[in-house]
């Protein structure tokens, strides 16, 4: 694949970058040269290679997965401008 003017130009738009005129030519060789590597990388062979999370072997750490009402709610409400019971009061938004 090749990026030309119009293409630079676009992807330039659409990532709200202004881009001058004189920076276009070469900005198009540097999202080819990318475009290049991208395509290098993947007629790389990667059958049996397994996903890494980290260069470094290591165990991921975690926390026991228990339900809890947090045991803040007055915390919580201190500073709310209306409550009702152990709820924000709001104004309604829908119809």
Known sequence: MSVDQATVRRIAHLARIAVEDDEVE???Q???AI???VEELSGVDVEGV???TSVLPM???KRED???DGGLAQDI???APERE???FVVPKVVE
Request: hydrophobic share 45%.
């Open 26 to 28: 070469r900005l198009g």
């Open 30 to 32: 540097e999202l080819n």
């Open 35 to 37: 475009l290049a590597f």
């Open 50 to 52: 397994e996903p890494l």
């Open 59 to 61: 165990q991921m750490k």
């Open 66 to 68: 228990v339900v809890t």
């Open 77 to 79: 409400l201190a500073n």
């Open 85 to 87: 019971d152990h709820y």
